[in-house]
């Protein structure tokens, strides 16, 4: 016991004489006072930026671990890279257990916050936004972990992203949630990453709300163990304003939630509504690969409790193909949860294990479509099922996420 | 008589201008470049005893600037061969590396404007890159953590004037290139790119005969991929090209630098055709991708991902991130040459 104490005030102790806080405004000089006063920060101090607008020729960048960055407020300090001359993005976060918080970055040139291999990251009411509305010159990504652990954002803002507004890649334990993200492609994007909750976010006025992705040839694939709960994944009518080439782009406008080629996905208690494509879609990855290694089919995944509204009104059938085909399927009658009913050719065969099986439970009057592969694959049958019932089953909850 | 007075002489100067060994362990970095005494005469770039000369078979596209290379292994030490990845230097050594223009490209006699030296310095945790701009009388090189923009014109061979704004980058900017897992490493010294004939003061020689009969590297008897310069057109294009993209884009893009993420290696070793890029759809790539759909469409330059982020210059664009404000079109020709011919 004594010990103990001895040891906690020794820690108090060193953490007295080593940590500061450096307060910086706004002047002439932003770029070199603000990167030097990056690099020269030690663990376990802070760097305010007190309210005001800061401008960057060129990119920002943090790698000391267990530091503070903080602005005055998400409209309060804004971090502006409209001019900006160099520096593939914003601010660029390669260390670890960083806390950002409390401010903006506005008009980066590529992304706008991007953070790559970090094990802990806290990413806390920020905003990342491209003033002049939704364009294809846009940066990528708002918010852009990849990479790391333990990621954390809360009560985040991204607005205009020409790919995800918030868009977590390759990364582990993660959570997303209280965050709005808007007029972007994707609204929040989570691809080939394991654990990840997301909750309590408004996805709205994007071309497609919540992407859940998983794509061949990369260092980590097999996305799995996602859950997407209480947001609202509401009224993403932007047009797809993606450069050509990205998966995105494949996005029509008007998709509520997405699931591409994921295993252990739960999607519960969120709102779905005013959507035009389709609220809530299951697909299969649609490209050839010579990947071996991976499952381009979703599965394991579990739909229940969720509140549909009105979809499927006003399909963008020129942008991709999922509308077009959804649409000539559904003879113009719009389902509000799709699963494209594609499986590995054994499984179309001789069936799923029962474990893998798509479960859709509790949507209310949601209605339903999917395709039978075999019948479409032979003539005069019609190869269009909406039996949703067929879709009842248990659920079997996902744990929940917890940080380190 | 004479001759041991010019002995004692010289060996008097070469203490004086002995490399401050000391000062590359330290951990915080000296203010200004000369107190290492890396260099006899700083203006002149006349390197101090014990600092050897050398250089890269191909070397990365530094806005067309000019590079001189020295290397500093402290007297006893050596370094150790290692296939396929830089020398293991010994605790002590410096990397040492001056960016310059000359004045006209047309006559090297006209000078120079010296722009930065950058170092990468083994301490005993590892390796350290710091960079040291040179002032406006060119006579001393100051630490620039924070990177320094500096605006400088040159005439080029064909007579031109061209400018360019120039970026000493940050210390977390040289680490962008400088990663190997995560760990700060050199890229240049791999035996591979060494394996060529240099013009020494006293002969001409494979560097990697000298550097053993220096005793800088312990005796090795390999066989390397070694690259070739990708200028020498006598080269098959493939080689040139491999050679190029290695040194320019292999060490973030390969399985163990900045880049793995994207699934995009294109390192010298690298033989798999998608992680080449070829048919390789993007990934995070934004608006980077210019709008086409593979970073190596084969037969056709002009809508592969690779050439187009190669040729921009806009800064959410280009590539690489850093450390480059204007096309390199002598290369970009080549490389659209090669993907045509896939």
């Known amino acids: 016991m004594k010990n103990s104490i001895l040891y906690i005030s020794i820690i108090f102790f060193s953490f007295a004489i080593s940590a500061k806080q450096i307060v910086l405004g706004p002047s002439d000089n932003s770029q070199e006072e603000i990167q030097e006063a990056l690099i020269d920060l030690e663990p376990g101090d802070v760097l305010t930026l007190k309210a005001g607008e800061y401008f960057f020729e060129d990119g920002l960048s943090l790698d000391v671990n267990d530091v503070i960055f903080e602005g005055s407020g998400i409209d309060d300090t804004i971090l502006n890279f409209e001019n900006q001359m160099s520096g593939a993005q914003g601010l660029l976060i390669t260390s670890d257990g960083v806390t950002i918080r409390d401010f903006a970055v506005i008009d980066a040139k590529g992304d706008a916050i991007k953070v790559i291999g970090a094990d802990g990251i806290d990413m806390i009411r920020l905003r990342t936004e491209w003033t002049g509305g939704p364009k294809e010159t846009n940066g990528a990504y708002g918010f852009y972990p990849v990479e790391s652990k333990d990621v954390l954002i809360d009560g985040c803002v991204a607005i205009g992203a020409s790919d995800a507004g918030i868009y977590v890649g390759q990364s582990q334990n993660i959570i997303v949630k209280n965050s709005v993200a808007q007029y972007n492609v994707a609204g929040i994007e989570i691809e080939n990453s394991y654990y990840a909750d997301v909750f309590d976010n408004l996805a709205s006025h994007n071309t497609g709300g919540i992407l859940v992705f998983d794509l061949p040839d990369l260092p980590q694939q097999g996305g799995h163990h996602v859950r997407v709960f209480r947001n609202k994944a509401i009224n993403n009518d932007t047009d797809n304003f993606a450069p050509e080439g990205n998966i995105v782009g494949e996005v029509p406008r008007g998709t509520g939630i997405i699931i591409q080629a994921n295993s252990d996905v739960e999607v519960f208690d969120n709102d779905l509504y005013g959507n035009g494509t389709v609220n809530l879609s299951i697909v299969t990855y649609g490209y050839e690969t010579e990947d071996e290694n991976y499952n381009p089919h979703p599965k394991s995944i579990q739909i229940h409790g969720n509140r549909f509204g009105d979809g499927g009104f006003d399909p963008d059938v020129g942008t991709g193909e999922l509308a077009a085909i959804l649409f000539e399927l559904s003879g113009g009658d719009m389902p509000d949860i799709f699963w494209d009913g594609i499986l590995p050719m054994n499984q179309m065969l001789f069936g799923q294990p029962a474990d893998e099986k798509l479960v859709i439970k509790n949507n209310g009057d949601a209605t339903f479509l999917t395709l039978n592969p075999i019948k479409y694959m032979l003539p005069f049958f019609d190869p269009v099922e909406r039996d949703i019932s067929e879709y009842d089953g248990e659920i079997n909850p996902l744990p929940a996420v917890v940080l380190n | ?342």
């Open chain 2, 1 to 342: 008589m004479k001759k041991a007075f010019l002995l004692t002489l010289s060996l008097a100067l070469s203490n004086a201008y002995a490399v401050e060994k000391n000062l590359i362990l330290e951990e915080k970095f000296p203010k200004k470049l000369s107190d290492f005494s890396f260099f006899i005469d700083d203006k002149a770039q006349v390197p101090s005893q014990g600092v050897v000369p050398y250089e890269l078979i191909s070397s990365l596209f530094s806005d067309y600037s000019y590079k001189q290379r020295w290397v500093y292994i402290p007297e006893g030490k050596s370094a150790t061969f290692r296939k396929d990845k830089v020398f293991d230097f010994p605790t002590g050594s410096a990397l040492i590396k001056t960016f310059y223009y000359p004045i006209d490209e047309r006559d090297l006699t006209l000078g120079k404007k010296l722009m930065e030296t950058r170092l990468l310095l083994k301490k005993a945790d590892g390796w350290q890159a710091v960079s040291y701009a040179w002032n406006e009388t060119q006579d001393e090189a100051f630490i620039k953590k924070a990177g320094k923009t500096i605006l400088n014109e040159w005439i080029d061979f064909e007579g031109e004037v061209r400018s360019v704004r120039y970026r000493v980058p940050n210390k977390n900017q040289c680490k962008e290139c400088h990663a190997y897992n995560d760990e700060i490493m050199p890229i240049g010294p791999k035996a591979r790119n060494l394996n060529k004939i240099f013009n020494y003061s006293d002969e001409s020689i494979n560097q990697l005969t000298k550097w053993m009969k220096l005793e800088l590297i312990n005796p090795v008897v390999v066989e390397l991929n070694t690259p070739v310069d990708w200028e020498e057109a006598s080269h098959g294009l493939d080689e040139r090209v491999r050679s190029y993209l290695d040194i320019n884009c292999g060490h973030c893009h390969s399985s163990t630098g900045g880049a793995n993420s994207t699934g995009l290696y294109l390192n010298l070793t690298e033989v798999r055709p998608t992680h080449l890029g070829i048919n390789k759809k993007p990934v995070a790539t934004g608006r980077g991708s210019g709008g086409f759909k593979y970073s190596i469409a084969p037969g056709n330059s002009d809508e592969s991902i690779l050439l187009h982020r190669m040729i921009s210059t806009d800064p959410g664009v280009m590539m690489p991130e850093s450390g480059r404000s204007l096309t390199h079109h002598e290369a970009i020709g080549m490389i659209k040459d090669w993907v045509d011919q896939m």
